[in-house]
């Protein structure tokens, strides 16, 4: 069946620094691919998402490229804030979302 | 409503008790999904509904969890002969319709906890 692997966590960084989150995924179909954000006492929210090959989502400075050909949608923020500090899933729908653990994110001041 | 609203926020109960946790989709959205998250996990998919019919029930674990959505808005969880193993959080989400590129609208959850 269709599955999502992510980069476990957890992921401490330095404000300004560089993130990047690995997401992998498994299906048989054409899914489309979604990065949600869960932050500290708040409930699942949608980052970003793509829904073809080659497709770039992008949304508060985060992006990601579906990647077919190495079945990839790996998240990227050029310089984090400490109000990034949050749990990460990578998830994709093929008329259900299916997700990867989730990956805790943490930036210090 | 603004979004999507889950009750109780959190429920205790024992084990082998009955339990319902409510879900109130966003308005007009047809499409609502429950989904049960464990502690350090992604969720997982438990069931699908689109307007009132179970469209996926797939996920459901066994036969003592059971969901309704009668008129095609409030969703109703339900769980039978609870089990420590049931404790999570149990998410209910919404969206315009069902399709690959649709954006799904989460509730804050309802923390069950089976003593």
């Known amino acids: 069946g269709d599955s999502v692997t992510q980069m476990e966590g957890p992921v401490t960084l330095s404000e300004e620094a560089f993130l990047t989150i690995n997401c992998t995924y498994t299906a048989t179909g054409y899914p489309s691919l979604f990065w949600y954000v869960q932050y500290p006492g708040e409930g699942l929210q949608l980052l970003l998402k793509a829904t073809k090959a080659d497709d770039k989502g992008s949304n508060k400075g985060f992006e990601a490229t579906y990647r077919k050909e190495t079945t990839s949608f790996h998240l990227e923020k050029g310089s984090v804030q400490v109000s990034d500090s949050a749990v990460y899933f990578c998830a994709l729908n093929d008329y259900k979302l299916s997700f990867g653990a989730g990956t805790t994110v943490t930036v210090r001041a | 409503g603004a979004g999507v609203s889950q009750t109780p926020s959190n429920k205790v109960t024992e084990k082998g008790k009955y339990v319902e946790l409510r879900c109130d989709p966003i308005?007009?959205?047809?499409?609502l999904y429950w989904y049960r998250q464990s502690l350090g996990q992604g969720p997982e998919f438990l069931i699908y509904f689109q307007g009132t019919g179970a469209a996926d029930d797939s996920g459901l674990p066994n036969d003592r969890f059971f969901a309704v959505r009668p008129e095609g808005s409030v969703s109703t969880l339900k769980i039978q002969r609870t089990e420590r193993g049931d404790s999570a959080v149990y998410l209910c989400a919404s969206s315009l319709e069902q399709g690959l590129d649709t954006e799904a609208f989460f509730g804050q959850g309802t923390r069950l906890t089976v003593v």
């Open positions: 308005s007009g959205h047809t499409a």
